[in-house]
C-alpha cells in the first residue's frame, strides 16, 4: 500500500493521484453500445433477442422464453437453504423498516388572502432494476433497490437479470420474491438498459431505472440518461477508515479487504494520526491476506490503489476525509458520534468500532448504493425519495392573482415578454 503523510510538502498531490479515477469508456465500448441501444429502439423484441443469444450464449427464439414467471421467483424462495431464506427476510424486513421513515407527504399551506401553495408528492409508475447475474449471486442488490422503490409506492417494478448459458441464479431470483417484483426478465447488458429504457413490444418502458452492472451497462445508462432517470454511474468501491489507534488492527485489516476484494480498481484507506498503528495494520495486512479466497484481487487493489495516510491529529484526519467523500467511511474512534457531526462528505458513516462496513451492505437498513468517486460532495445514497416525484401547487384567489398579476407584470416587462405580462394583467382587479 502507498504511504503517506500530510506533512510532506508533496502531500496533496500525492493524495489527487491517488483519488484520481475516471470511468471512461473508449472509442469501441460507446460505439458498441450506441449500436445495441439504436438496434434494440427500431427492432424492439427481436434485436433484444439476438443479443441475448449473442452475449450470454442463449438459444432463444421467443420473449416468452426469457420472462421468467414469478412462480419461479416464489419456487425460488421455497427451494434455498432456510438459513439463506431467514436472513434475507430479515434483512428485507430492516431495509423497509428504515425506508419507511424517509417517505415523503404532500403539504400545502393557505395564505391570507385564499391562495394556496404546495407540493404533491407522486410515486414513479414504472421503475426498472438491472441486477447482475450469471454465477455472481447479489440478492442484496436486489433488495437494496427495490425495496425503496416498493416503500415510495411504485407501481410496476421490473427487473432484468442475465442468465449466461442458462444458468439462473436462485438466490437473486428468492430475493426478487420477498421483494414483490411485478416481472422478471433474463436478459442483460446494454440491451437490457435499451429495453427498459426505450420500450419493446414485451417490455414496457420504465421512467428510471436502477441498479449496478459492468462498464457496458454503465456506458448504457449514461447514454439512456434524459431519455428516463438513472440512479448514477458508480464508480469502483471505496472505504476510508479513521482511527485513533486503538482498535485491533486486524479488524482494520479485514475492514480493508471487504472493499478490496470487490474488484482491482477499488480502494481502501485507512488515516490513522499513530504512526506505530499504521505499522501494526500493515503487519496485519501481509498476515492475513494469504488466507483470503479473493487474495489476488485484494492485493492488486491494495497496491494500486490503497492507502496508509498519517495525519498530526485526528481533526486533521477529518479534513482530509472530508476532502477525499468516501462512498464508505468507518469512524473506528472513542467518540464516533462527536466526530460524525463535523463529516461534510460521506455516503454512509459506520460510526465505532464494532460497526463493520460489512452490516451496511446487506442488513443494518439504510441502502448500499452510494456515491463514489469523490461524488458525495452533492450526492446521497440511493433512498424512497428516488422513486418519488414532487410538482409545484398553486391556486390562486381572485385577490391573490390580482396583487402577484401585479408583480409578475412588472418583471415579464422588463424582461420584454409581453405576452406573460399580458396575461398576468387580465386578472388584476381594476
Known amino acids: ?78 427451494n434455498i437453504p432456510a438459513e439463506q431464506r431467514k436472513a434475507l427476510e430479515l434483512s428485507a424486513e430492516r431495509v423497509r423498516a428504515y425506508h419507511e ?41 436486489v433488495l437494496m433497490n427495490a425495496i425503496p422503490a416498493k416503500v415510495a409506492g411504485v407501481a410496476e417494478l421490473i427487473m432484468v437479470v442475465p442468465t449466461p448459458d442458462g444458468e439462473v441464479n436462485e438466490l437473486v431470483l428468492a430475493a426478487a420474491a420477498v421483494c414483490d417484483v411485478d416481472r422478471v426478465f433474463s436478459i442483460g447488458g446494454a440491451q437490457a438498459v435499451a429495453a427498459l429504457a426505450y ?4 417490455i ?28 448514477m ?16 488492527p486486524d479488524w482494520i485489516a479485514m475492514d480493508l479487504f471487504s472493499q478490496a476484494e470487490h474488484d482491482e480498481d477499488a480502494q481502501s484507506i485507512l488515516i490513522s494520526h499513530d504512526g506505530d498503528f499504521l505499522d501494526k495494520v500493515a503487519a496485519s495486512i501481509e498476515k492475513l491476506l494469504p488466507t483470503m479466497e479473493r487474495s489476488e484481487i485484494i492485493a492488486t487493489s491494495l497496491k494500486d490503489r490503497g492507502a496508509l495516510i498519517k495525519v498530526k491529529d485526528l481533526d486533521e484526519a477529518v479534513d482530509v476525509g472530508n476532502f477525499i ?13 462527536a466526530m460524525s457531526k463535523k463529516i461534510k462528505h460521506a455516503g454512509a458513516i459506520f460510526m465505532g468500532r464494532y460497526t463493520a462496513e460489512a452490516l451496511g451492505d446487506y442488513c443494518a437498513g439504510p441502502n448500499h448504493v452510494l456515491p463514489t468517486s469523490r461524488t458525495a460532495r452533492f450526492s446521497s445514497p440511493l433512498g424512497v425519495y428516488d422513486f418519488q416525484k414532487r410538482s409545484s401547487l398553486i391556486m390562486c384567489s381572485a385577490d391573490g392573482a390580482s396583487e402577484l398579476g401585479k408583480t409578475a407584470s412588472v418583471i415579464a416587462r422588463g424582461e420584454g415578454l409581453t405576452a406573460h405580462a399580458r396575461s398576468a394583467e387580465y386578472r388584476i382587479k381594476d
Open 1 to 78: 500500500m502507498i504511504r503517506l503523510d500530510s506533512a510532506q510538502t508533496d502531500f496533496q498531490d500525492s493524495l489527487d493521484k491517488l483519488l484520481a479515477w475516471e470511468a471512461v469508456s473508449d472509442a469501441q465500448i460507446n460505439n458498441i453500445v450506441r449500436e445495441i441501444l439504436s438496434e434494440v429502439r427500431s427492432r424492439g423484441d427481436a434485436a433484444l433477442i439476438e443479443y441475448t443469444n449473442r452475449f450470454d450464449r442463449m438459444n432463444t427464439t421467443s420473449m416468452t422464453e426469457l420472462e421468467l414467471p414469478l412462480s419461479h421467483c416464489r419456487q425460488a424462495l421455497e
Open 233 to 248: 454511474i458508480a464508480g469502483p468501491s471505496e472505504i476510508l477508515v479513521i482511527c485513533d489507534g486503538q482498535t485491533d
Open 204 to 231: 414496457p418502458q420504465v421512467d428510471k431505472i436502477v441498479g449496478p452492472g459492468n462498464i457496458y451497462v454503465a456506458t448504457a445508462k449514461g447514454m439512456v440518461f434524459g431519455t428516463v432517470g438513472i440512479d
Open 199 to 202: 420500450g419493446t413490444e414485451t
Open 325 to 337: 467523500a468516501p462512498e464508505h467511511l468507518e469512524l473506528s474512534v472513542e467518540d464516533p458520534v
Open 101 to 141: 421513515h424517509q417517505k415523503q407527504d404532500s403539504w400545502s399551506y393557505t395564505e391570507t388572502d385564499g391562495t394556496l401553495l404546495g407540493q404533491q408528492v407522486t410515486p414513479l409508475e414504472r421503475a426498472g432494476l438491472y441486477v447482475p447475474g450469471g454465477k455472481a449471486a447479489y440478492p442484496s442488490s
